[in-house]
């Protein structure tokens, strides 16, 4: 049971910019009672994820979750990206695909 996405490709958009494109594996572990038989991924699992990207882009430690909005549902095997951005003490991040924005939300760090 994984917990992580695969990663499909990594792209540096610009100095402050990356984006990953992810598959979500149907034996993701987060998936589980949430909810049984219509599965969708947690939205504290899209923040904990981008977080962690955004180590990456040596950014610092999480300090706060300012704003998000999840707009679709993220479910099993989907193929979606994830854009984040560094803004000085913010991270904007975004999982979308070519037909959706499924999430987007500002991050703080210190």
Not at 27 to 49: A, E, R, S, Y
Not at 57 to 68: D, I, S
Not at 79 to 102: C, M, P, V, W
């Amino acid at each position: 049971m994984s917990d992580t996405p695969i990663v499909i490709a990594r792209e540096q958009l610009a100095e402050d910019t990356a984006q990953w494109r992810l598959r979500v594996p149907s034996d993701c572990k987060f998936f589980n009672g949430h909810f049984d038989g219509n599965p969708i991924l947690p939205g504290v699992t899209q923040v904990h994820w981008a977080v962690a990207f955004a180590s990456e882009l040596q950014v610092g430690e999480f300090t706060g979750l300012p704003q998000v909005k999840f707009m679709q549902p993220i479910l099993p095997e989907a193929e979606i990206s994830l854009r984040i951005k560094h803004l000085g003490k913010k991270l904007q991040f975004e999982y979308f695909d070519d037909a959706n924005t499924y999430s987007a939300g500002t991050v703080t760090v210190c």
